[in-house]
C-alpha cells in the first residue's frame, strides 16, 4: 500500500480501534472535567468533551486521506464520549463539581493516558500505512496533541502544546522510540507499541511531579 492509497483505502485494525477508543473515552472525561472547571453549561461540556476527544484521530485521518475520518464513521467514538461526559455530569450531581475539587495534578495525570494512548495509535496507523519515520512521528504527535489544542482553543486558553513542558515533547519522544524499535531494530509492533506508550506516560508524569521545564527565552 502506498500514500496515494490511502484516499480510498482505510486500515482496518482492531488494536487500533481499540487504542483509538480507550484514548476518546479517557480524553472525553478529561476535558468534561475541564468544561466543568470552565462553568460551561451541559451542552458546552458535551460539545468540549467530542471535540477535545476526537480532534487529534480526526485530524490524523485527514492528513492520511482517509475521508471521512474514523470518529465520523464509527459511532462509538460519539458514543464513548457522551458516556464520559454523562459520567461526569453524574458525579458533579451527586457528589458536587467534580472538577472544582479533583487536584489539577491528578487531571493532568489522567490526560497523560490519553495522550499516550491516541499518540500510539497515530503512530501504528501510519505504520500500517507504510509511511517513513519522520512522517510517524509527525502524525503520532498530532493524534496524541490535536484535541487538547482544540479544547484549548475552546476555552480561550493558550494551547498547552505551545507552553506546556513534556507535552508534545513526551509523545515525540515516544514515537521517535517506536520507529526506532520497528524500523531499526525490528521489533515487533505489538511489542514496541506497549513501550512506546508506557514511555510517553511517565515522561509526561515525570515531568508533571517533577515541574520538569524546557529552555525559555524569559
Known amino acids: 500500500m502506498t500514500v496515494g492509497d490511502s484516499a480510498t483505502i482505510r486500515i482496518r485494525d482492531k488494536v487500533l480501534d481499540g487504542v483509538d477508543l480507550a484514548a476518546t473515552f479517557v480524553l472525553a472525561t478529561e476535558c468534561a472535567l475541564t468544561g466543568v472547571q470552565a462553568d460551561f453549561d451541559l451542552f458546552g461540556i458535551l460539545v468540549l468533551a467530542f471535540v477535545g476527544s476526537v480532534g487529534g484521530a480526526v485530524i490524523r485521518d485527514l492528513l492520511l486521506g482517509e475521508h471521512p475520518p474514523a470518529p465520523f464513521r464509527d459511532w ?21 463539581p ?16 490519553g495522550l499516550a494512548l491516541a499518540a500510539t495509535a497515530g503512530a501504528r496507523k501510519s505504520l500500517d500505512y507504510k ?3 519522520a512522517a510517524v512521528v509527525v502524525i503520532a504527535t498530532v493524534n496524541g496533541c490535536g484535541g487538547g489544542m482544540l479544547r484549548d482553543v475552546l476555552t480561550a486558553r493558550v494551547p498547552s502544546v505551545l507552553h506546556e513542558n513534556f507535552y508534545a515533547t513526551a509523545a515525540v519522544a515516544g514515537a521517535i522510540m517506536l520507529v526506532l524499535m520497528v524500523k531499526r531494530f525490528g521489533i515487533r509492533q505489538d511489542i ?11 515522561l509526561r508524569t515525570a515531568a508533571l511531579i517533577g515541574e520538569w521545564r524546557l529552555p525559555h527565552l524569559r
Do not use: H, K, W
Not at 462509538?76 to 458536587?96: E, H, M, N, P
Not at 514496541?192 to 511517565?202: L, N, R, S, W, Y
Open 192 to 202: 514496541a507499541e506497549p513501550i512506546a506508550g508506557i514511555t510517553i506516560f511517565a
Open 131 to 133: 509511511l517513513n519515520g
Open 98 to 113: 467534580v472538577g472544582n475539587f479533583t487536584p489539577p495534578l491528578a487531571i493532568d495525570v489522567f490526560e497523560a493516558v
Open 76 to 96: 462509538r467514538y460519539a458514543a464513548l464520549a457522551v458516556a464520559a461526559t454523562l459520567g461526569v455530569i453524574a458525579a458533579s450531581l451527586i457528589l458536587g
